[in-house]
Structure formats: structure tokens, C-alpha cells
């Protein structure tokens, strides 16, 4: 028996009938595809809880939630385009357009750090 | 950075530690049997060129379809006592043609002395501590080197124009040749179909002329990259014969070598490989931006006038990324050479080029 046992019997034994009510309450959550009768399952969409089918990929909208969603839509709409990223310092450190933009080999990894091929490729005409 | 004793233009690192003896200086010409002797460690063979090292003297056989008229000018330039403190030069030859150059079973064959070359392990662990502020102001130096200048070596006033051009042609025309072997089925032909696309983008004048159409041409190397930067041993340079003094207290003793490219042409064609790995992601910006600044505090001329060194270069760097992109496909097709990380950075630019980007 495992001294560290907390006052109270933690950790616990499972208890089958905490498990029984906590699968009761997920499958009265699960709602039925009035279209297709595919399980439908819960999303978060910008904080507005819509229903998307398993199966035919339908979405079921509750009562203001399309209001909701089309409010979203005007704030996306309204807000001020982000800013463009500052110029780096000195021209020459700008890759051109078909440049790698840091998706290059040595982007995560660090440069000289089991990379041999790569550096062979400065050896190399 | 520096290890193994050679002078080679590919595939260097993988020579020898310099023997004690190898920086013993030679006097006197090189003889056909020296050239000839068997043996020796193989420094590169590839792509038609062989580089051997013997003791002290390293024989290079060029290119089979090499004419000796350009070659010779290039060795006598290489050997031109104002690029001295630039340029490794060649060992005479006895009897050899222009004293620079013998025939070896119908081969164009050059002598030099051994130098030491950057080790690709070294670079690879600290890619900052390579002498790239010492290769920029070599470079640099070459570029402002003025031929016209009275006092002008025999031979310096007939440069030959750059290779550049043949190089860039010569990368598709290897690499048409390879393909032709592999089954019509095999995916790399739509990867060399985006490279083949790519080459068609390029501004039509950098397969046509080694300069931009009405820019001045300069003196470039016309193949620069790594390993063809060595540190010359004492001896090697003009000047220092055994025991005398050296003549520059400051000259650590870089030396570029492989002269078979050089002439005039646009200098941006010697910082192109640089440029297309920043490009590609192989070089991190804070070493290419040094690079870049020491070229330009050398008084180097490639960027031109303007603010923006893309200006200037994106032509040539273009041109090498396809090279690049078209012989790493080359090798696979022809040697089976896995496509590594480094020939993905370049097939990732030639499709980004052959988009229209």
C-alpha cells in the first residue's frame, strides 16, 4: 500500500456508478441528424455552439446562433486589416520572392547542427 | 577551420592531414614525369575533372572539352603578380605549353601547389566562423582589379570572358542527358520539368553574355563557393622563398583557386551561390548580411549603385538555384544520390521560380 495515499482515499477506486451517470449525461448530450440520423457532435465556433453531423456533415443551428455568426461575420469584416510586419533591418537581410522565407531546411533546427548535406552544398558548384 | 591539405574544387574536406613535410617549398619546374607519377589521393572526381595531390604538387586534368587559347589565359592571370595575394598561382611546367599547361593522353593538365582547404565538418559545427569576411574582401579585390592598368602581365590583355554561361548550360544539358535513362513513370520528371520551367524564366542575357547588357564588366572567379577558398602554405606564395620575410604581416594567407571559369564578366555571378543559399535557407542572415558587408567595406562593386543588392543579383542567383536544383536531379537520376534536405531547399526554389514567383 502506497504511503503517499492522500486523506480521503485518493487515488480511488473507480466507482461504476459515477461512470454509468457520467455516460447518461454525454449520451443525452449526442444529438441524432434530423437529416441523415448520423451521430451529431458539439463545436465551439468563436464562442457559438453549433452541431455538425458525423455522417453527412449537416450543421443544426439553435435559436440565435446564426444571429450570432452573422454578427461575427460584420466584426471580421469591419476589423482594421492587420498591420504589415516591420521592414527588417537593412535591405540585404530580405530574401526575394522565391526565397525559402524561413520554410528553408535549416528553419527549427538551427544552422550547423547535423546538417552535413547542407553544408556540403557550400562546398559544392 | 582549416584541416586537410589540398587544392580541389569540390569535395574537399574528405583529403589527408598535411604531412611534416608538405610545406617544404620546391624550386624549379614541374617535369611530365611528376605530373604523371601513379598514386596520389584523389581530391575530386567529378563531373570531368580529376584533382590529385602528390606530396606538395597537386596535378588537375580539366575538362575533356577544355581549349588550351582560354585555359592558358587564365593560368597566366592566376600567375599575374597583382592578383598574388588574390588568386593561388599555378607551378611552371617544363616544356609545358606556355610553361603553364601539358597535354596528358589527350587531357589539358595543370600543376599547383597544395594548399589547405575549409573542412566541411568545421564549417557544419560553426558556419559563422568560416573566413567569409576574408573570402568577401578576396573577392572584392578581384573585382576592382583594373587589367588595363599599365604594367599589365603578357596575357592579361587577352581575358577570356567568364564561363558562366556555358556552366548554366551545361547543368540542363547534363541533366537532359540523365533523364533520358530514367523510366517514363519516375516522379522526377515532373520535378525536372519545374526546373527545366524555372531555367525559362531567367532574364535571357544570363545565358547569353557573362554581363548585363550595358554594364561594365569586371574581372570574376566565375565559380566561387567554399571550397575554393584555401590558406596557401609559406611557401606557396610568390615572393616568400624559404627563410625570407614575409612581405604582408596582415595576410593570413587566403587564396581563392580553380581558375578554369574566370574572366570578365558581372562580379554579382561571384556572390550568386551565397545569395541563392540565403535564398534557399542554408545560410543564416545574420552570416550572409556580414558577408554582404564586407564585401561592400572591400569595395566590392557586384551590388551597384542602388540600396537593394537583389538588384543586382537576383539574375545570377536565380541562374544558380536552377544549376543546383538541376544537378542534385542529375545525380539522382545518374548515381541514384538521395534527394537530402539541400537539393529539396533548391527544387523548393525552382518550383516557387518555375510559379512566377
Known sequence: MPSWTAPGGWPREPDPALIARYAATVSYQTMVCPKCHGAMRTYNRNGVQIEQCDNCRGIFLDYGELEALTRLEGQWAQAAPPPPPPPPPGGHYNQPAWGSHGHGPSHGHGYGHGHGRLTRMLFSS | ?357
Open chain 2, 1 to 357: 577551420m582549416t584541416g586537410g591539405v589540398v587544392a580541389g574544387d569540390e569535395e574537399t574536406g574528405e583529403a589527408g592531414e598535411a604531412g611534416p613535410g608538405s610545406t617544404a617549398g620546391r624550386r624549379g619546374d614541374i617535369t611530365l614525369d611528376e605530373l604523371t607519377r601513379p598514386g596520389g589521393d584523389v581530391l575530386t572526381d567529378r563531373k570531368g575533372r580529376l584533382v590529385v595531390r602528390h606530396g606538395d604538387i597537386v596535378v588537375k586534368t580539366h575538362l575533356a572539352e577544355e581549349e588550351p587559347g582560354p585555359l592558358l589565359a587564365r593560368l597566366r592571370l592566376a600567375g599575374d603578380r597583382r592578383l598574388a595575394a588574390l588568386l593561388l598561382p599555378p607551378l611552371r611546367i617544363r616544356g609545358g605549353l606556355g610553361g603553364l599547361l601539358a597535354t596528358v593522353d589527350g587531357r589539358l593538365v595543370s600543376a599547383w601547389p597544395a594548399a589547405t582547404a575549409l573542412r566541411p565538418d568545421e564549417v557544419e559545427r560553426r558556419i559563422e566562423a568560416a573566413p567569409w569576411s576574408a573570402a568577401a574582401e578576396l573577392l572584392a579585390r578581384l573585382h576592382t582589379t583594373d587589367l588595363t592598368a599599365p604594367g599589365a602581365s603578357p596575357g592579361a590583355e587577352s581575358v577570356p570572358p567568364a564561363a558562366v554561361c556555358a556552366r548554366l548550360h551545361r547543368s540542363l544539358d547534363r541533366l537532359a542527358g540523365a533523364l533520358a535513362t530514367v523510366p517514363a513513370g519516375d516522379g522526377i520528371h515532373r520535378l525536372a520539368a519545374d526546373v527545366q520551367r524555372a531555367y525559362e524564366t531567367l532574364p535571357p542575357w544570363l545565358g547569353q553574355s557573362p554581363t548585363r547588357p550595358g554594364a561594365r564588366p569586371a574581372l570574376i572567379h566565375g565559380d566561387w563557393h567554399l571550397g575554393q577558398v584555401v590558406q596557401a602554405t609559406p611557401t606557396s606564395r610568390p615572393g616568400d622563398g624559404p627563410g625570407a620575410a614575409a612581405t604582408d604581416a596582415t595576410d593570413a594567407g587566403w587564396r581563392i583557386i580553380d581558375v578554369d571559369d574566370l574572366g570578365w564578366g558581372d562580379p554579382a555571378w561571384d556572390l550568386a551561390r551565397p545569395a541563392a543559399w540565403f535564398a534557399a535557407g542554408l545560410l543564416p542572415p545574420e552570416v550572409w548580411a556580414g558577408f554582404l558587408d564586407a564585401y561592400l567595406a572591400a569595395g566590392g562593386i557586384a551590388l551597384g549603385p542602388g540600396s537593394d543588392p537583389w538588384a543586382a543579383l537576383d539574375g545570377p542567383a536565380r541562374a544558380v538555384t536552377v544549376q543546383y536544383a538541376a544537378g542534385a536531379l542529375t545525380d539522382r537520376a545518374q548515381f541514384g544520390t538521395p534527394l537530402d534536405e539541400g537539393a529539396r531547399a533548391f527544387l523548393d526554389c525552382a518550383g516557387r521560380l518555375a510559379a512566377g514567383a
